[in-house]
């Protein structure tokens, strides 16, 4: 079983839709959560940590289960720009150990 | 502030033939990483460290080594490479920022051993 899990995608979505990735984690030692977009042929990206208050910023919102080891992002009013691969990481308090999980693509259609 | 940069850009390599991939930071970062990044596989933890002098194995180390003489530097060397190793090499710093350390990726070094 992989460390972190992500669903396989990948979504095709019309603009203006609302969409939702999973995520879940085995290791219940992870402190700190992370979502990341990955463009084709570049590096990942930080989109937001994930609290466990949860948390939003603008047309995206994590949330983090640690009873469940579910980590989720949101995504509404979906634009043509958040085409991209989405990555879910759980990973130590200090930095270290950051395990990623495999990606769900996203493509949003006009 | 130049972020996380690395060299070179692409690179070709014949099987057997060493080489070194740098890496460099520039935002005082303890924690460097590098990863490998294969279709299908996801980021994978080649090596890490926690600070200057310090480093330590992650999930696929073989074939890799690593050092970390300044908390600037952390450069990746291949001792003998091989078609195994042709992949997409990321390296990353992690910082703390607000409530926890978030991790910022330099752009990626392409290899392709033959």
């Known amino acids: 079983r992989k460390e972190v899990e992500q669903d396989p995608g990948p979504f095709n979505v019309p603009e203006g839709a609302t969409v939702a990735f999973n995520c879940t984690y085995s290791?219940?030692?992870?402190?700190?959560f992370f979502w990341y977009r990955q463009d084709c042929r570049k590096e990942p990206k930080l989109l937001m940590s994930?609290?466990?208050s949860g948390n939003e910023d603008g047309r995206f919102t994590a949330q983090l289960n640690r009873a469940s080891q579910y980590i989720s992002l949101l995504i509404r009013d979906s634009k043509l720009s958040d085409s991209a691969t989405y990555l879910c990481?759980?990973?130590?308090?200090?930095?270290?150990?950051?395990?990623f999980g495999p990606g769900t693509r996203l493509s949003v259609l006009p | 502030n130049a972020g996380v940069t690395q060299t070179p850009k692409f690179q070709v390599l014949k099987t057997g033939q060493s080489m070194t991939l740098q890496c460099a930071q520039d935002?005082?970062?303890?924690?460097m990483s590098w990863y490998r990044q294969d279709p299908g596989m996801g980021l994978r933890l080649i090596h890490y460290?926690?600070?200057?002098?310090?480093?330590d194995q992650g999930e696929v180390p073989n074939g890799y080594n690593v050092s970390r003489s300044t908390t600037e530097d952390f450069p990746l060397r291949l001792l003998s490479a091989a078609p195994s190793q042709t992949s997409v090499y990321f390296c990353?710093?992690?910082?703390?920022?607000?409530?926890?350390?978030?991790?910022?990726f330099g752009p990626g070094t392409r290899l392709t051993v033959t």
């Open positions: 290791n219940s030692a992870s402190q700190s």
């Open positions: 994930v609290y466990s």
């Open positions: 990481v759980a990973g130590g308090n200090y930095g270290q150990n950051f395990v």
């Open positions: 990353a710093s992690s910082g703390r920022t607000g409530g926890g350390y978030e991790q910022y």
């Open positions: 460290s926690v600070g200057a002098g310090i480093t």
């Open positions: 935002m005082n970062h303890e924690y």
